[in-house]
């Protein structure tokens, strides 16, 4: 059984976060549709998908049924008003800027009956925002995964004034239909994930800058120390040291707390193209997977 209300999911962006959010709903029974305006990045996405699902029947994790299946659920199309037209959720799942966000949340709700939910996977940028500019933003909230979303259990639903409860008990049993675990949180900078790992994933950069250890000794040290499931420099290579980059910035503006200041080091390997594991190079070297 799907979540009340919702049969037909649909993903704008095929970005890292996109196509595991269109993993996840395929796999947990609901018709997923996937958008990209990039038409190669659309067909990676869904190669990666099949890789992923296929892996986790090797390894037990996935029956052949499951996958099958998922797949056989999981539409690609380019067009994000074709994409949402007849869905019963819409998750924009974009690169976390503003104007696009913003532009693509306007062109879906154009496209969609009022009773569709929508909802945005920022982590960081304020919901209340996006919520202003959209007619009916009663239907709107944040819906903030984790990478690797297939992995990762939890999902962040962030709530603005005009969220109305149908729309905030629907997004909640969709979470729990994904088998993972949703916290209720307001509309502030950085939530409560972001806030909190962003400041410790810049002074463990910091950290690197000042010769305190080698980063495999730092995540070491959170890993079994802490007994965290993996470090911080780790995991800021798997999210994205640009991404990271954008999301400092944005929290040291809102907040005007020094501890979110980005650290040159960060700065410079951005611009020096050293993104972590998608360019495959960052605080470490990863191997090309394609």
Request: include cysteine; hydrophobic fraction near 45%; proline fraction near 4%.
């Amino acid at each position: 059984m799907v979540s009340p209300g919702v049969s037909r999911v649909a993903v704008i962006g095929a970005g890292t976060m996109g196509h595991g959010i269109a993993q996840v709903a395929a796999m947990a029974g609901y018709e997923t549709v996937l958008c990209d305006v990039d038409a190669a990045r659309l067909d990676r996405a869904i190669a990666r998908i099949e890789a992923t699902l296929d892996k986790g029947v090797r390894l037990g994790k996935v029956a052949e049924t499951t996958r099958d299946g998922a797949l056989a659920r999981l539409k690609p199309v380019t067009g994000a008003a074709e994409a949402s037209r007849g869905a019963h959720l819409v998750i924009e799942a974009v690169p976390e800027v503003m104007e696009l966000k913003m532009r693509i949340l306007s062109e879906v709700e154009a496209s969609v009956e009022d009773g569709t939910v929508l909802a945005t996977n920022t982590s960081s940028l304020p919901v209340s925002q996006m919520a202003a500019a959209l007619r009916l933003p009663g239907r709107f909230l944040g819906l903030h995964f984790f990478n690797p979303v297939h992995i990762m259990e939890l999902v962040e639903v962030v709530e603005v004034d005009q969220t109305h409860l149908r729309a905030l008990n629907r997004a909640m049993w969709f979470v729990k239909k994904l088998g993972k675990e949703a916290i209720r949180v307001a509309d502030s900078p950085g939530f409560a994930s972001s806030r909190l790992g962003i400041v410790l994933g810049l002074e463990a950069i910091r950290m690197v800058e000042s010769d305190v250890a080698s980063p495999e000794d730092i995540d070491k040290a959170m890993v079994l120390g802490y007994r965290h499931p993996m470090g911080p420099l780790r995991l800021t290579d798997l999210v994205g040291l640009d991404v990271r980059l954008d999301i400092a910035r944005y929290l040291h503006e809102s907040l005007g707390s020094e501890a979110f200041r980005p650290p040159r080091l960060l700065e410079r390997m951005v611009a020096d193209g050293r993104l972590g594991k998608k360019t495959g190079r960052g605080f470490y070297d990863w191997p090309d997977e394609s």
